[in-house]
């Protein structure tokens, strides 16, 4: 994994929203939804990105696909930095790299048919002429478990299990490279999630597809991904391969995270230990300085209150921001 | 696993001979099972049918007085009986509904190409140009609908028949003794431009409404133009609020029309409308009483129809809000 080129590669990405507040708008304010976030998404891989809701998960994937404009920082994706692009040179990119959003019930068209929502991009993008497109739209409605007579359907008629079925023919229909999921399955019933995951294992075996699996749900995380990122307010803490993550995990957010997943033995889980975390997540208008996790963190020193902790590789890919880690364990 | 309760339980089992309903027609099957709206539905029908062919339906002219027969009760020869003219008060009301009609329709046309187009700006591109839109609407509600109309109406309506008068005698041309043509052009101008701030703030309400959901952002990912993202993303899903609202409009128009007549403010006589009919009317109720309930009567039906159907397009355009 080391040689190969990524598929992606997001150098020191950040995104900072303006807010203003005020009765006239008159305080501006900044949001620190993303700051300095690097990795690289190899191709065919699943990476997912974990965390609290609010820490940059999504903004992560809507600024990678230029969809929230970048406030600095590179994605590279063939050569080409695509956050710096226009709507217009975006455009053959868009085909390329998908999403799948998290409420099936409001991102598809209330007024078109599934067979017009999933035919859509592909007469967009001419994959297909007009006479192709019912075959392939058929094909598609195929490839995600559904029936071809559901093109005739409108969005209100299905389930939402089936509404993200055709939510993800729809991001296929492009025959795009690489998908973000955006808690792609996290609306859905437990039992349809796991028809979802499986379906999207299948497609990206087919289609030789990467995916970005943002979520927030460790058990999904630990059974899909190759690689996790664990994000804390705008800032990746930790990136390793799953098996490093989930048996060693370096950071102190990783581990109080990992201690709240509880086991499905009554046993173990009797005696499994959690670090319960104090406090509350810091705003991201005015995040602490330093490292963004010492107000909450068990092993904080006196540096983390100051010092930004370099985001290094502590071997074998596993990245970490921590003062502590190296100076106590090292990976 | 934590779960979010957003997964409504109903499932609904696609049958494979049901045909596929669009929310359109979904819409219409609702609004046909609702009796009030449907009764509104078919009254507006009705009123519109008499207005288009008014002159065909009127049994005596208008205008034409029979000083024999003046303020005669309702009678086989006079249904709603005659005024103090000896005018036909039938016609007349056929004719009011015309004139009804033609200033609502007009108005509500006006408002809506103004408001819609500034509105649907405003909420699209933001910014300056959102902020003077929103000043000026803000500016035109705030001041009473009746006193800006009759302000208009009290400054221009002088210099108007002045120049035409003055275009008359120079031109000789019989179009200049038709001073309704000013009448219609003040009531015109004036409603419309009392009328366009509401539909301008529904249908900004609607595009920034509409251009922050998912399937925008979804249509955006796959890489669709701004033309597209709005003439099949935004505009069909902004449609029902702006429906509900033209509807309602149209019923406020004819009652503002009405209003501003009763006060003489809005079409003169000898134009039939409802609400100069209802003035001169009013005078004589005690003797009289037909001369006040005839146009009195018409305009509250047609008012109620227009509620009804507007309340059953509400209902059936957004099901979710209603129930």
């Known amino acids: 994994m080391a040689a190969a080129e990524p598929l992606i590669r997001v150098e020191n990405l950040v995104k900072h929203f303006v807010v203003r507040l005020g009765a006239f708008g008159e305080v501006g304010a900044t949001v620190h939804a993303l700051d300095d976030v690097n990795f690289d998404i190899m191709e065919g891989e699943t990476l997912s990105l974990v965390g609290e809701s609010g820490c940059g998960k999504s903004t992560t994937g809507f600024t990678l696909l230029n969809l929230h404009k970048a406030t600095s920082g590179k994605v590279m994706f063939e050569g080409e930095n695509i956050v710096s692009l226009d709507e217009k040179r975006m455009r053959p990119y868009r085909r390329q790299l998908q999403i799948v959003f998290q409420d099936p019930y409001s991102t598809l068209n209330p007024r078109m048919t599934v067979g017009e929502a999933v035919g859509e991009p592909i007469l967009f993008h001419r994959l297909a002429t007009k006479v192709e497109l019912p075959e392939r739209v058929a094909r598609l409605l195929g490839d995600v478990g559904l029936p071809a007579r559901f093109a005739s359907r409108y969005p209100h008629e299905l389930s939402g299990g089936q509404r993200q079925r055709v939510a993800i023919a729809r991001a296929l229909a492009c025959e795009p490279k690489f998908i973000v999921c955006d808690e792609a399955i996290s609306a859905l019933d437990v039992s349809i999630q796991a028809q979802i995951i499986n379906l999207l294992l299948d497609l990206q075996q087919k289609y030789r597809l990467t995916y970005l699996f943002i979520a927030h749900d460790l058990a999904v995380v630990r059974h899909i991904s190759d690689r996790v990122g664990v994000m804390y307010l705008g800032r990746l803490a930790e990136l390793a391969t799953r098996e490093q993550l989930f048996s060693n995990p370096l950071h102190p957010y990783t581990r109080a995270l990992l201690s709240a997943v509880p086991e499905a033995d009554p046993i173990i889980e009797k005696t499994r230990r959690r670090q319960i975390l104090t406090g509350d997540v810091p705003s991201p208008l005015d995040p602490p300085a330093g490292c963004r996790f010492h107000t909450r963190c068990p092993i904080a020193m006196d540096v983390c209150r100051r010092v930004v902790p370099e985001w290094r590789d502590v071997g074998a890919g596993h990245h970490v921001a921590c003062h502590a880690v190296g100076a106590v364990a090292p990976g | ?323």
Do not use: C
């Open chain 2, 1 to 323: 696993m934590s779960m979010q309760p957003s997964v409504q339980p109903m499932t609904v089992p696609l049958v494979d001979d049901e045909p596929p309903v669009s929310l359109w027609r979904d819409a219409w099957h609702r609004l046909l099972r609702n009796r009030l709206a449907v009764a509104g539905l078919v009254i507006v029908v009705l009123l519109a049918f008499v207005a288009v062919f008014g002159p065909w339906l009127t049994p005596y002219d208008f205008l034409s007085q029979d000083l024999n027969a003046r303020n005669q009760l309702p009678s086989l020869a006079h249904l709603f009986g005659t005024d103090d003219l000896g005018r036909d008060v039938l016609s007349r009301v056929i004719y009011g509904t015309r004139t009804a009609f033609v200033v609502a329709v007009v108005v509500t046309a006006v408002a809506v190409v103004i408001g819609v187009t500034l509105g649907a700006m405003a909420g699209f591109f933001g910014g300056w140009f959102d902020r003077i839109v929103m000043w000026l609407t803000d500016m035109t509600m705030s001041v009473p609908n009746l006193l800006l109309v009759v302000v208009i109406n009290a400054s221009l309506k002088g210099p108007a028949m002045a120049w035409m008068e003055a275009r008359y005698l120079e031109t000789l041309n019989p179009f200049y003794r038709e001073t309704v043509w000013v009448d219609f052009l003040l009531v015109f101008g004036s409603m419309a431009l009392i009328s366009w701030p509401p539909y301008a703030r529904l249908v900004r309400a609607q595009v920034l409404s509409i251009r922050g959901r998912p399937y925008v952002t979804a249509a955006r990912a796959l890489g669709l133009t701004n033309r597209l993202i709005l003439t099949r993303y935004v505009v069909p899903n902004a449609l029902g609020p702006l429906i509900v609202s033209v509807s309602a409009g149209l019923g406020t128009a004819m009652v503002l029309e009405s209003a501003f007549s009763f006060l003489g403010v809005g079409v003169n006589p000898p134009t039939p409308s409802w609400g100069n009919m209802i003035s001169d009317g009013l005078r004589v109720w005690q003797h009289y009483p037909h001369l006040l309930a005839a146009p009195a009567a018409v305009l509250g039906l047609a008012t109620a129809a227009f509620s009804f159907l507007g309340d059953g397009l509400n209902d059936a355009l957004n099901p979710k809000g209603s129930k």
